[in-house]
């Protein structure tokens, strides 16, 4: 049964919190409709949270919120077309042990498996591969409720509807459904290397053809990257051992060691080139392997706040060699690599992508320490090389600067304008953002 009831809500990083007056949890897509339609009734807006993990307020409840929680799971599989639905409130680390289960699989997926299928469809949750797209983009058929309390249903195609609900960012409706394209269950081989700055920029071409998925985490201002490259093998499970290792590192290096040298930094900001500079010399190299879903994700026990940019990928090189430059010279309190990763264009109205092959780079912060000075100068740099913020990242986007960044945002306003007329959806940070 639903229930709308008084609860305070935060985000994962603790940057955001909200008290919204109620808080629904639907265990039916009925239960949906009649939320809505209380809502248009009453003139409330509606945010559905999700695993509320983004860093922006793009999940932030003004008046209402509702969460998924209750609409879990795997509904059905259809293996002549590779397609498998799911209730929209599927966490991703549930829905891909699921679709091994049926001998399937995502083509790709980031490196966090705790967000919604719905949420990470709806912001455009990506992982890395030259000619990999996001979550969003595997996506081929969406089921919703929009602000008329009126059940949608759309099978993609090129058109308007299509371009709008792939990367909806929540404003279309409630969505409930989703059916993903999906792949023969496959294994990962992940090779960790340490390289120069210098070696892994003169690589960088090469590995991205090489490699099915390539990853840089570089170290700001220093002479290190750690290179992440993975590849398709034979089926086979991650075994005990590679678990075992891997438990250790996550959880006593990273969550022991790891937050202890970031509360010496909060403290003592000045120590953060002497702990990057450490943090680079004892980074982890090595091989694994395993099931794709056992391989993609990585344990992210230590919080802090993020940004993150898409630029044309035919920049990445002169970008990373400005910055490289300018941090060695200036470096900021900041001892958290910067997380390099690529995607081939989407045309979906608000894909960072806008069409073409993109490097994603991601900023990261210890929570509790200020980001301001070091995210003020990343925004003016990407800006530089055309970057456009990741939405579900912290990001200082105007509604001017949207309409500069997404050439089609009159056409998603468009389909938005038709399927919540009243606004339901549209909340306080929405309105300044588009």
């Given at each position: 049964?639903?229930?709308?009831?008084?609860?305070?809500?935060?985000?994962?990083?603790?940057?955001?919190?909200?008290?919204?007056?109620?808080?629904?949890?639907?265990?039916?897509?009925?239960?949906?409709?009649?939320?809505?339609?209380?809502?248009?009734?009453?003139?409330?807006?509606?945010?559905?949270?999700?695993?509320?993990?983004?860093?922006?307020?793009?999940?932030?409840?003004?008046?209402?919120?509702?969460?998924?929680?209750?609409?879990?799971?795997?509904?059905?599989?259809?293996?002549?077309?590779?397609?498998?639905?799911?209730?929209?409130?599927?966490?991703?680390?549930?829905?891909?042990?699921?679709?091994?289960?049926?001998?399937?699989?995502?083509?790709?997926?980031?490196?966090?498996?705790?967000?919604?299928?719905?949420?990470?469809?709806?912001?455009?949750?990506?992982?890395?591969?030259?000619?990999l797209a996001s979550l969003s983009n595997q996506v081929v058929a969406w089921t919703?409720?929009?602000?008329?309390?009126?059940?949608?249903?759309?099978?993609?195609?090129?058109?308007?509807?299509?371009?709008?609900?792939?990367?909806?960012?929540?404003?279309?409706?409630?969505?409930?459904?989703?059916?993903?394209?999906?792949?023969?269950?496959?294994?990962?081989?992940?090779?960790?290397?340490?390289?120069?700055?210098?070696?892994?920029?003169?690589?960088?071409?090469?590995?991205?053809?090489?490699?099915?998925?390539?990853?840089?985490?570089?170290?700001?201002?220093?002479?290190?990257?750690?290179?992440?490259?993975?590849?398709?093998?034979?089926?086979?499970?991650?075994?005990?051992?590679?678990?075992?290792?891997?438990?250790?590192?996550?959880?006593?290096?990273?969550?022991?060691?790891?937050?202890?040298?970031?509360?010496?930094?909060?403290?003592?900001?000045?120590?953060?080139?002497?702990?990057?500079?450490?943090?680079?010399?004892?980074?982890?190299?090595?091989?694994?392997?395993?099931?794709?879903?056992?391989?993609?994700?990585?344990?992210?026990?230590?919080?802090?706040?993020?940004?993150?940019?898409?630029?044309?990928?035919?920049?990445?090189?002169?970008?990373?060699?400005?910055?490289?430059?300018?941090?060695?010279?200036?470096?900021?309190?900041?001892?958290?690599?910067?997380?390099?990763?690529?995607?081939?264009?989407?045309?979906?109205?608000?894909?960072?992508?806008?069409?073409?092959?993109?490097?994603?780079?991601?900023?990261?912060?210890?929570?509790?320490?200020?980001?301001?000075?070091?995210?003020?100068?990343?925004?003016?740099?990407?800006?530089?090389?055309?970057?456009?913020?990741?939405?579900?990242?912290?990001?200082?986007?105007?509604?001017?600067?949207?309409?500069?960044?997404?050439?089609?945002?009159?056409?998603?306003?468009?389909?938005?304008?038709?399927?919540?007329?009243?606004?339901?959806?549209?909340?306080?940070?929405?309105?300044?953002?588009?």
């Amino acid at each position: 049964m639903m229930r709308g009831k008084r609860e305070y809500w935060q985000n994962w990083a603790e940057n955001l919190s909200a008290q919204p007056e109620s808080f629904h949890y639907p265990q039916t897509i009925e239960e949906v409709q009649q939320i809505i339609d209380s809502c248009r009734i009453r003139g409330k807006t509606l945010k559905v949270v999700g695993a509320s993990h983004s860093f922006s307020a793009v999940a932030k409840p003004d008046e209402e919120a509702l969460s998924l929680e209750e609409m879990r799971g795997l509904i059905a599989v259809d293996r002549s077309l590779m397609e498998a639905t799911f209730w929209a409130g599927t966490y991703l680390y549930e829905a891909a042990p699921l679709l091994a289960s049926a001998n399937m699989a995502f083509e790709n997926m980031g490196d966090i498996q705790e967000q919604t299928i719905g949420g990470a469809i709806s912001t455009g949750t990506h992982g890395t591969g030259k000619y990999l797209a996001s979550l969003s983009n595997q996506v081929v058929a969406w089921t919703w409720v929009d602000g008329n309390g009126q059940i949608r249903h759309h099978r993609r195609e090129d058109d308007d509807l299509s371009k709008a609900l792939s990367i909806s960012l929540g404003l279309l409706g409630v969505l409930v459904k989703v059916t993903i394209r999906t792949v023969p269950l496959y294994s990962l081989a992940v090779t960790t290397e340490k390289k120069s700055f210098t070696q892994a920029k003169a690589a960088w071409t090469n590995a991205l053809e090489a490699h099915r998925h390539i990853e840089w985490f570089y170290f700001p201002g220093v002479e290190t990257v750690q290179v992440k490259s993975m590849n398709m093998i034979p089926l086979a499970k991650q075994n005990f051992r590679s678990k075992s290792l891997e438990f250790i590192k996550d959880g006593v290096i990273e969550t022991v060691g790891f937050k202890l040298m970031s509360e010496m930094v909060r403290v003592k900001p000045r120590l953060s080139r002497k702990v990057t500079k450490f943090a680079a010399a004892t980074i982890p190299t090595g091989s694994k392997d395993g099931y794709y879903y056992e391989m993609f994700p990585s344990n992210r026990l230590v919080k802090f706040t993020e940004c993150e940019y898409a630029i044309p990928l035919v920049d990445f090189e002169a970008c990373m060699e400005e910055m490289h430059d300018f941090l060695k010279a200036h470096p900021f309190y900041v001892h958290f690599p910067i997380e390099c990763r690529v995607s081939a264009g989407e045309d979906a109205f608000l894909s960072p992508t806008q069409g073409v092959d993109v490097a994603y780079l991601a900023f990261h912060m210890y929570k509790g320490m200020d980001n301001g000075p070091y995210f003020k100068w990343v925004d003016t740099l990407m800006k530089k090389y055309r970057g456009r913020p990741h939405f579900g990242k912290l990001n200082t986007l105007t509604s001017n600067d949207t309409k500069k960044l997404y050439p089609h945002l009159e056409h998603f306003h468009a389909v938005r304008r038709q399927c919540d007329p009243q606004g339901i959806f549209l909340t306080d940070y929405m309105k300044g953002l588009l």
